[in-house]
T-cell receptor, first 113, second 107 residues
Framework: EAGVAQSPRYKIIEKRQSVAFWCNPI?????LYWYQQILGQGPKLLIQ????????DSQLPKDRFSAERLKGVDSTLKIQPAKLEDSAVYLC???????????FGQGTRLTVV | RKEVEQDPGPFNVPEGATVAFNCTYS??????FFWYRQDCRKEPKLLMS???SGNEDGRFTAQLNRASQYISLLIRDSKLSDSATYLC????????FGQGTTLQVKP
């Protein structure tokens, strides 16, 4: 069974530029998560989708971050404009339901210079 | 107060030792709990789910204490390959992670 796919794996951008990340969850998984993980810290939940609806986005900096999950499958996370403190690994995960274990993609390592 | 808290460590133990990690959660409505393992520069991978009755998988044992709102992970007979960061998570309808506990197993 294919796992969670993310792209790109690495991205380097200048501050104030925009960037987008893509995630394809495990087939049939209704719940999709985006996490930000800064070096030395645990994953921080940015947004959680149930099918194509948002369950929680309380930690998403909405002035610069946006995410969508059209048709309840793939998802994109966008940052515009990027700041230096956005340098982190962005992890996408999916789970069968909102109460079962989540499986992670390999992540996108973002460096803002 | 953070929703999920862990002692970041590092825990430095010799091979063959038994080591235990605790993780506290603040929301009594938490429904499910998991332990993940994360290697350096890799994504977290599910280690085990934590059930009310406790569960064991080889050298690993997970326990849940709802009264005191903590979960624990016990690793027996530590191997060098157990060196990693261990993340606990709780689910209240959203899946929240602690900051992770770093384990270093020395020869």
């Amino acid at each position: 069974e294919a796992g969670v796919a993310q792209s790109p794996r690495y991205k380097i951008i200048e501050k104030r530029q925009s960037v987008a990340f893509w995630c394809n969850p495990i087939s049939g998984h209704a719940t999709l998560y985006w996490y930000q993980q800064i070096l030395g810290q645990g994953p921080k939940l940015l947004i959680q989708f149930q099918n194509n609806g948002v369950v929680d986005d309380s930690q998403l900096p909405k002035d610069r971050f946006s995410a969508e999950r059209l048709k309840g499958v793939d998802s994109t996370l966008k940052i515009q404009p990027a700041k230096l403190e956005d340098s982190a690994v962005y992890l996408c995960a999916s789970s069968l339901t909102d109460n079962t274990e989540a499986f992670f993609g390999q992540g996108t390592r973002l460096t803002v210079v | 107060r953070k929703e999920v808290e862990q002692d970041p460590g590092p825990f430095n133990v010799p091979e063959g030792a038994t080591v235990a990690f605790n993780c506290t959660y603040s929301n009594s409505a938490s429904q499910s709990f998991f332990w993940y393992r994360q290697d350096c520069r890799k994504e977290p991978k599910l280690l085990m789910s934590v059930y009310s009755s406790g569960n064991e998988d080889g050298r690993f044992t997970a326990q849940l204490n709802r009264a005191s709102q903590y979960i624990s992970l016990l690793i027996r007979d530590s191997k060098l390959s157990d060196s990693a960061t261990y993340l606990c998570s709780s689910n209240t309808g959203k899946l929240i992670f602690g900051q992770g506990t770093t384990l270093q197993v020395k020869p």
